[in-house]
């Protein structure tokens, strides 16, 4: 079966770059993407009534209107996601968020700074 994944970022080069990435993975499929976490929410919301939520998100961490780290409480509050099919993984610049413990509700967030490299990419979407 092929992934659905839901980028989030603010930054449309960067959004172009990793759907590029994604492309040259034959395990993708459709790549949808986001400029912030609200829209992300909105778009979660339409897919989750649905039934074709996203098997990936891969969002950026510090972004104007809704913060990938709000987006983050808000998708577990909204119970959008069942964390055994949708992998989640945080992504940012900012070094010092890659020593903090990622988690919601008990189920581990992935985190690797940015820019994703293929090595990443690969333990993404490894299942």
Do not use: R
Not at 79 to 91: A, C, E, S
């Amino acid at each position: 079966m092929k992934k659905k994944i839901l980028l989030i970022d603010n930054d449309s080069t960067y959004l172009y770059i990793v759907k590029q990435l994604l492309k040259k993975h034959a395990i993708v499929g459709e790549t949808i993407t986001a400029e912030n976490g609200s829209e992300a929410l909105e778009l979660l919301k339409t897919y989750h009534e649905k039934g074709e939520l996203p098997q990936v998100i891969i969002s950026d961490i510090e972004m104007p209107v809704m913060c990938g780290i709000t987006f983050l409480k808000e998708l577990e509050n909204l119970k959008l996601v069942d964390h055994t099919f949708t992998k989640i993984v945080l992504n940012s610049i900012y070094t010092k968020y890659a020593t903090m413990k990622w988690s919601i509700a008990n189920h581990t967030i992935a985190y690797y700074p940015k820019p994703l490299l293929h090595e990443h990419i690969l333990t993404i979407l490894s299942d």
